[in-house]
């Protein structure tokens, strides 16, 4: 080997381990949210459509293509303020009056719609900015199995229940991990109601 080759290999191996040192760890890939590709449409429809305004301080920019994802599923898709805000609409705003649809975007999601026993509940970041107070973990458990981690804490009902009974989780778990990603996301980001188990009505 000549004395070319052998500063070649150690400023090559200098190089590297140099390379390694200031690397800043792992860096978010460009597939690990799949279901924003070529999703841009439904994007900016989602950000058209929140009847709330939204909390978007600090966001990375797929952080805010999330969210405009999310809201795009949430109020066009999911109709998750049909049964999640009470009453879903604002007076003298409910299309099936034949009028202007108006949000009732003083209760967006804050739960309090009765069916039965079951009262459907606050799924605002009413807590530590965490939708109906869960991690995206206990959310995403929520969606793929129905478990129900807060029927203990809610006195009106006649036998608590492990599982959800009027949520339609076994649609929802169907949904794919990003797009689940996208819907916390979203959730994360509109205003927060107090108390994540809503009152008895």
């Excluded at 799949?34 to 009847?51: H, R, T």
């Excluded at 604002?90 to 009262?119: D, H, K, M, R, W």
């Excluded at 799924?123 to 203990?152: M, N, R, W, Y």
Aim: net charge neutral; with cysteine.
């Amino acid at each position: 080997m000549t004395r070319t080759q052998r500063y070649l290999r150690l400023w090559l191996g200098v190089g590297l381990a140099v390379g390694i040192w200031v690397s800043p760890g792992p860096q978010v890939r460009a597939d690990q949210f799949p279901c924003l590709s070529g999703q841009n449409d439904k994007v900016e429809q989602g950000f058209a459509i929140a009847p709330v305004p939204l909390n978007l301080d600090g966001k990375k920019e797929k952080e805010r293509r999330l969210i405009g994802l999310g809201s795009y599923i949430v109020n066009a898709q999911g109709g998750c303020n049909d049964c999640h805000t009470s009453p879903s609409y604002a007076p003298g705003g409910s299309p099936f009056n034949g009028e202007p649809e108006q949000i009732n975007t003083a209760g967006y999601l804050a739960g309090g719609a009765a069916f039965g026993p079951f009262v459907s509940r606050n799924i605002t970041p009413c807590q530590e900015g965490k939708p109906a107070g869960l991690t995206f973990e206990e959310f995403q458990t929520v969606l793929h199995s129905g478990t129900d981690f807060k029927d203990a804490l809610i006195p009106s009902l006649p036998v608590p229940t492990p599982l959800l009974q009027v949520m339609p989780w076994p649609v929802y778990g169907k949904m794919t991990t990003c797009d689940l990603r996208a819907v916390y996301e979203f959730l994360k980001a509109i205003p927060a109601h107090e108390g994540c188990i809503p009152p008895e009505n």
